[in-house]
């Protein structure tokens, strides 16, 4: 097995164009990096999403960043993963928002669809976030991270993004939409995954 690639230059794209992901790796980046550009702010396209693993379509977004700028980029897929629904939304999280990435449809699909299933498995699920590193020349870093915990309707909280508001992650009693950044920080899958490409590519 190779070493893992370090990064070591000042400047690393976020491979986003979603802005509450795009805070959060801001928020967990800072500490690490001097300048983080998004790509919107640098007009990158936003690449069609077409592997089946939140590793490879992290891996495609950064790889397609790092080569329409020429930095090294850190692109972010993530998901909720619904036990009762097999898995579902998943990688498809996004796309069950809709172009107008509307949210809260998308959380009334999950509550009604976990409705449907009414098996034995109950209401867990969890929040899964791959993070992948790409160098302009193709090499890829990916690591994944997990928070587990259960779903909780109606939705509560106004803070967070996307599904937050329904999910309560183990051992609190508040949905992620209720927590503060550095709360959610200090458990979420993004912090998570972040952890683990820390120690591998910034040691
Ligand atoms: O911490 C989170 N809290 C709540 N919801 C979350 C979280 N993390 C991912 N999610 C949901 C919403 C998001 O839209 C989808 C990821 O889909 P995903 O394709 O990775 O991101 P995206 O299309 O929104 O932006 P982009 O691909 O440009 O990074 O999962
Ligand atoms: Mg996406």
Request: hydrophobic share 45%; glycine share 8%.
């Amino acid at each position: 097995m190779t070493a893992p690639r370090r990064f070591a230059g000042d400047t690393l794209v976020i491979a986003s164009h979603n802005r509450g992901k795009v805070r959060e790796i801001a928020d967990l980046l800072a500490a690490h990096v001097r300048h983080f550009p998004s790509a919107a702010e640098l007009d990158l396209p936003e690449p069609e999403e077409t592997e089946a693993t939140f590793v490879g379509n992290a891996a495609l977004k950064a790889r397609a960043a790092a080569l329409a700028s020429g930095l090294p980029a850190l692109a972010d897929d993530s998901g909720l993963w619904v036990d009762a629904l097999d898995g579902a939304p998943g990688i498809y999280s996004a796309r069950w928002a809709g172009p107008a990435k509307d949210f809260a449809a998308a959380m009334e699909r999950v509550r009604r669809e976990l409705e449907a299933a009414a098996d034995r498995r109950g209401d867990r699920a969890r929040f899964v976030c791959a993070l992948a590193l790409a160098w302009p020349d193709g090499h890829v870093e990916a690591v994944e991270g997990t928070a587990h915990g259960t779903l909780s309707f109606p939705p509560r909280g106004g803070k967070g993004f996307g599904y937050d508001p329904i999910f309560i992650p183990d051992g609190h009693a508040c949905t992620y939409a209720e927590l503060d950044p550095a709360q959610k920080h200090a458990i979420s899958h993004r912090a998570d995954a972040f952890r683990q490409l820390l120690a591998r590519c910034f040691a």
